[in-house]
């Protein structure tokens, strides 16, 4: 009987040498909840309002503390021309580029018969594989799909316990009943964050995301691997859940990748949206508005001052959408580097 591996204890229990590990992505992270609510989980349209706020707050703010005030320096030299002439440049140039990003996202869908015609057979080989693992259709809806995946490994690891229940070896059952609550208890969990999700919303993926498959695949062979005393029927049990485990991987991966398409074009339509009210205000800020357009003061702080700081804002806006939708797509990405049970994070070894 082989000894159980000491260093894999990085686990929801803690306890030396327990094979569970942290399943969701926030617990596998080690990282504060407004963090990855900020990254992830949030509306990108209210992060792109909460940037644009500590923006106009942060240039509002400023000039409070910096000598001479704005209104002073506005008027004796163009630092309102010069702002956004310099805008209007960056506005034509992004959103350019995003059109340029929208074509390439869109190239992917497009393409000669035969092309097509391979990307149908791969994808209806797959669903072929999976109807006959599940032992009945595949769901057509994206999150029903996943979860029928998760509940299939839930009804493989209660098989691989039922299967060593009556193993006189008790490190054995010990190991796969720690691995079966794993799974079990990761599958309620990401079964009920996909129950009613959206494809196109984060939800989907983000539940995906907290799926840990991969360590548990990882488990598996080595549960395999170091109990050489197995019966066949154990054999088949861990080949089994091992098998239903891989699927996901795959599964995943595609639900992935056709939510980045969906977030880059919708990313594309956004800055659109948003640079024609953009280079608008730039417009009417170069052309019109000076240093004396704007006579007084609100709060203590000259009127042109409010007036620069939220044309600035608006401006910045097609930018801020980029950023708010690239942080979440680099964040997953980062985090779904590897699909086989490769450690890429310190906080997992």
Known sequence: MSERHGDSNDGNSGGDGEISTANTMRERADESRLKLRLLLESNRLVVTGVLAAFVFVAFVVSSAFIYPTFRSTAIAGDVIETMFSAMIGAVITGTTLVVTINQLVLSQETGPLGDQRQRMSDAMDYRTYASELLGKTTPSDPSAFLSELVR??????????????????????????????????????????????????FEVLSAALNFNYSWKVFHVE???????????????????????????????????????????VSLSQLILYAAVPALTVAGIMLAFVGGESFPGATLGLANVLWVVAGAFTVTLIPFLLFTAYVLRIATVAKRTLAMEPLILRDSQR
């Open 222 to 264: 080595r549960i395999r691997e170091e109990y050489d005393n197995l019966t066949d029927g154990q054999r088949t049990a861990l080949d089994e859940l091992r098998t239903a485990l891989v699927m996901f991987g795959p599964a995943r991966e595609h639900i992935k990748t056709l939510y980045f398409q969906w977030a880059l």
């Open 152 to 201: 299939l490994n839930e009804k493989r690891a209660n098989e691989l316990r039922d299967a060593v229940e009556e193993s006189e070896n008790d490190q054995l059952r010990e190991e796969v009943g720690e691995l079966t609550d794993s799974i079990t208890g990761n599958a309620d969990t990401v079964t009920d964050q996909l129950d009613g999700a959206e494809f196109g919303t």
